[in-house]
């Protein structure tokens, strides 16, 4: 994640577990002036989380309609931070397991659903997360490429 936060011009340091008391962040990072909190989440769909144990693959089967619908389930689960926290938070989806949650096509039908009404959620961003630089996208807008 930061990795591709930096691409963008940004120059955050490696991330850390925070200091002190949990408090549901799960890193942080400096870019020497400013701290970027990092909460992770990911899908809490059983189905899929059964299929990953059973045949190896994660979304076979499933259509891009119900990756949205997942993407933003897991979203909803962090809907429970307070509206004054969330602006000090980048949500990041955690899709190394499930790169299908990645995929552009995903991305693009979620953010036409869905990503005006997360972008007003207040988070400072929100991320999905795949294994590689490019399968990391933001969700929390409307742009094709932010």
Not at 22 to 38: F, H, K, V
Request: charged share 25%.
């Amino acid at each position: 994640m930061i990795e591709r936060l930096n691409q963008d011009g940004s120059h955050w340091g490696k991330p850390h577990p925070p200091e002190g008391r949990e408090a549901g962040i799960d890193c942080e990072t400096t870019d020497g002036t400013s701290r970027l909190n990092i909460q992770v989440t990911r899908s809490a769909d059983i189905r899929l989380w059964r299929n990953l144990g059973k045949v190896g693959s994660a979304v076979e089967g499933v259509t891009i309609e119900e990756i949205a619908d997942q993407l933003r389930a897991a979203i909803a689960h962090k809907e429970s931070v307070p509206p004054s926290n969330r602006g000090n938070i980048l949500l990041a989806f955690n899709a190394l397991d499930t790169p299908g949650h990645a995929v552009g096509a995903a991305v693009d039908l979620f953010r036409r659903r869905y990503g005006a009404e997360v972008a007003a959620l207040g988070f400072s961003a929100i991320w999905v997360v795949g294994p590689t630089v490019s399968l990391m996208m933001r969700l929390d807008c409307l742009d094709p490429v932010p």
